[in-house]
Structure formats: structure tokens, C-alpha cells
């Protein structure tokens, strides 16, 4: 039975109504905690009145039992007011009376609401959630108390928490909820007597593609191989491997505009430090990490952006994107084809006319056939060692003079293309240098296009 249930709670403690209707929240729908809880002690009044008017001299006692414990212990004023207009007297205890589930945090919830308005002051939203981390001292309690009374139908805590005083949020805002995807997440640290508030703004992504024209920089910031970025006599104490990346050049084009504070650049692959990147340029995803405005300026920021990098980089089609799209990038990274030029280097002169025998040779040795690749010797330190059978699309290839030549090399993503032309001392074969029997090196080399 509720009402023996509800009236055992108060013999033993002090529940405000909030969390009253919150012990029963799971009964009932429609209606709010508040409502519950207050409905609940209402109709024990009513009940316990109509026995105390009744002419059952033992109902009338237990009447007057219910009443002042309905009136003193949970000092609901309609209990108290039908004993004061029956004249009889009853004590509320002097001291304020404090929830033993909330601790008066869900009386007073304005605070929460107050301090979340002046800590999203100036930030760009258009939905939010709110989040709590209730004190263990409160949740273990409560757990405490629901077995006590075998309470089986109750809201958390923090389940009644974050939906009241995001209601209540939203409201004043007037921003929309999220509960997936919300561009704000405020998490309240809730202890009881104080509480700390924590904003999470989502990052935001954006796609582009990217040119280098330079060569000697990294995709993104590379940290001293020598101090990991601590600063030492080998970096200058710039704590950096190279002065500068694509990432970095761009970087602060994109913080300034959104207000970030922190960004992570995630590219479709990388080219070498010494590689160009030219075409259409590599796609790549930026992500801005807890951004103040989430409208951005595209064109302007790609214009910005070329125009300080003029002859180094270039980012083009920006729009924005997601988390998923980053994620593709490595998924699809294998299914992508890439079109290379390779300035090549050999280590004896070879006629024109020898050249065009060669290059028929290779031609037919690689073209829509696959090649065996074992991880090169150059990137062993950091990869698996093992051996990767990559396709070879197509291939061309010019003479500039007796030891220096011209390939434009079509592959499927992930291939090496140096080792493919030097052989990587005959871990990838074939090889260019296989084919032409005479040691071959990449001198230059540049991608032209990535296509998915
Ligand atoms: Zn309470
Ligand atoms: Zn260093």
C-alpha cells in the first residue's frame, strides 16, 4: 500500500516533496515529481480527515495520528491547516527541514539554472543537454533508503536532476533539448552544499582539401624526435621536429574564427615531408575543439587562410562535416587510388632509345598487375613488419636525360612509391630498379590526385 508506505517515510524522515513523488515516479504519468509528491500527501489528508470526522472512535485516533505526523513531520500545510481548524495543536520542529534525499537541492534549483546562463554567455548554441555527478554520498544514501522501504518505482537522482533543470534551462534560453547529438553538454558536480559546473561545447568538424607546394613540412605538428616536444639544444627549444606543418599553417585562421580552443587535424592519409601534394589536393577533416561560434565564414576563412600561405599551401571546398567522415578516412584509405610523379634518379646513363625498351618492359610488368610490398626499411621503427600486395593502375614515363627520368604512376592507396622504384633492397618486388637492372632512386616526388 502507497499511503502506509509514505507515512512510514515520515515517521522516520524529513523527504520534500520533489523527491516524495520522485520515490514513485515510475506510477503515474502525466504529471511531474512535484505533483506526485504533493497529491500523495494531499489525499492521505483527505483520507485521514474524512476517518477523523467519522464516528469509529479508533479510525478517529489513528486520524489524528496520520494528521499531525502529516502536519509535523512533513510539514505539509494542508494537514496543518485542517489541524488548526479543528483545533488541534501540533509542533513543527524550529529547525529549517532539511530533504534527507536532496538536501534541499531541488527546492532551489534556480542557482543551477542562474550559473549555467552567465557560463554560456557568448557561446554559439542551438540545442543542449545537462548531465549530473551527484555526490556518491547522496546516491549511496538513497540506495540506502530505497531498500529501507523497498521503494522499487523511484527516479535517480540524477535522472531528475538533469531533466528538470534542463527543462527549466531550455526554457530561458529558449534553445531546443538534445539528448543525441547536443552542441552544449553542462555537467553539474553536485555535492550537498555546493556544486561545480562543467561545459562541453562539440567540437565542430570541417572538410577541405588541402595543396602543399613545399617541400620539407610535415601534414601536422611534428614534436622533437630528440626532447618529445619538451624543448632541447636540437630544436632551438621549440620542442618541434620541423618549423612548420600543413596543420599549423592553417590552424590559427580556424581557431580565431571559431573561437576554439584547441584544434586536431585529421588528414585522408599523409604524404612524405618531402612529397608535394598538388591536383586537386588530399581531403582532410579539421576539428575544432570546444568552439564559441558554430557558423562559420568558410569562404572567408579559406581565403584567409591562402592568402597568408601563398605558395605553400592551399585549402579549397570547405563544408562541414562529422566525426563519421574522419572515421571514412581511414576505413577507405586502401580503397583509394593515387596518382604520383616521381622525378627518378639512375645510377648509370641509359640511351633514349633503351629507355623506351624499359619503359615497354615496365609497362607491361606493372600495369593492372599487383605487386608485393614488405614494410620498407625506412618506416620499420614505426610499422608492422609485413608484407602488403598493392595494385599498380597504370604508368607513363619520359626521358629528360640519360640518367634522370619521369614516371607518373597511377596505385592503389598505401603503396610505396620510392620502394616500388628502388626495390628497398628487394623488399618490394617487382621494382623499377628490378625491371631496369640498373639501381633506380626517387629523386622528387609529388602526388597529383587522390581519388575515392
Ligand atoms: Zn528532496
Ligand atoms: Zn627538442
Not at 523527491?19 to 500527501?41: A, D, H, K, P, V
Request: proline share 2%; hydrophobic share 35%.
Amino acid at each position: 500500500m502507497i499511503f502506509d508506505k509514505v507515512l512510514q517515510i515520515y515517521q522516520n524522515y524529513f523527504i520534500c516533496v520533489h523527491c516524495l513523488g520522485r520515490m514513485f515516479s515510475l506510477l503515474g504519468s502525466n504529471t511531474t515529481n512535484q505533483e506526485r509528491g504533493n497529491s500523495l500527501l494531499l489525499s492521505l489528508t483527505m483520507e485521514n480527515h474524512k476517518n477523523f470526522l467519522s464516528n469509529n472512535k479508533d479510525q478517529h485516533k489513528i486520524a489524528i495520528f496520520n494528521l499531525k505526523l502529516l502536519a509535523e513531520k512533513a510539514n505539509f500545510s494542508s494537514a496543518q491547516k485542517v489541524l488548526l481548524n479543528e483545533g488541534i495543536e501540533y509542533f513543527t520542529s524550529e529547525a529549517h527541514q532539511i530533504c534527507y534525499l536532496c538536501e534541499g537541492i531541488f527546492s532551489d534549483l534556480g542557482k543551477y539554472v542562474e550559473t549555467s546562463r552567465i557560463a554560456l554567455e557568448g557561446i554559439q548554441f542551438d540545442n543542449l543537454l545537462v548531465g549530473t555527478t551527484p555526490d556518491s554520498l547522496i546516491v549511496n544514501r538513497e540506495d540506502i533508503f530505497k531498500s529501507e522501504h523497498k521503494i522499487l518505482e523511484a527516479e535517480s537522482f540524477k535522472s531528475h536532476f538533469n531533466r528538470v533543470v534542463g527543462k527549466k534551462l531550455v526554457k530561458v534560453l529558449n534553445k531546443e533539448p538534445e539528448f543525441n547529438n547536443p552542441d552544449i553538454l553542462i555537467i553539474f558536480f553536485v555535492y550537498a552544499d555546493h556544486f561545480d559546473i562543467k561545459v562541453n561545447l562539440r567540437s565542430l568538424f570541417v572538410f577541405g582539401r588541402y595543396n602543399k607546394f613545399i617541400r620539407g613540412i610535415p601534414q601536422t605538428h611534428w614534436f622533437c624526435n630528440n626532447c618529445k616536444g619538451i624543448g632541447c639544444k636540437h630544436c632551438n627549444f621549440s620542442g618541434k621536429q620541423y618549423d612548420t606543418s600543413v596543420e599549423e599553417l592553417m590552424k590559427p585562421v580556424f581557431i580565431n574564427e571559431s573561437k576554439a580552443t584547441d584544434s586536431k587535424f585529421h588528414g585522408a592519409g599523409r604524404e612524405d615531408i618531402d612529397v608535394r601534394m598538388l591536383g586537386d589536393g588530399r581531403p582532410f577533416v579539421i576539428e575544432l575543439k570546444n568552439p564559441k561560434v558554430r557558423t562559420l565564414d568558410l569562404v572567408r576563412i579559406e581565403k584567409k587562410v591562402n592568402r597568408k600561405n601563398r605558395n605553400k599551401i592551399k585549402i579549397q571546398g570547405l563544408r562541414y562535416s562529422s566525426k563519421k567522415e574522419v572515421i571514412k578516412f581511414k576505413t577507405e584509405a586502401k580503397d583509394t587510388k593515387k596518382t604520383y610523379k616521381a622525378l627518378v634518379k639512375a645510377e648509370t646513363k641509359m640511351t633514349k632509345e633503351m629507355f623506351g625498351e624499359k619503359l615497354n618492359e615496365l609497362k607491361f610488368e606493372f600495369e593492372n598487375k599487383v605487386i608485393n610490398q614488405r614494410t620498407p626499411n625506412r618506416v620499420s621503427h614505426r610499422r608492422a613488419d609485413k608484407i602488403r600486395v598493392k595494385s599498380i593502375y597504370s604508368l607513363t614515363g619520359k626521358f629528360i636525360k640519360s640518367n634522370l627520368f619521369e614516371f607518373v604512376i597511377k596505385t592503389q592507396g598505401g603503396t610505396y612509391i620510392k620502394e616500388l622504384i628502388s626495390g628497398d633492397d628487394g623488399r618490394t618486388s617487382p621494382s623499377f630498379t628490378e625491371i631496369f637492372r640498373i639501381p633506380l632512386i626517387c629523386k622528387k616526388l609529388d602526388v597529383l590526385e587522390i581519388a575515392y
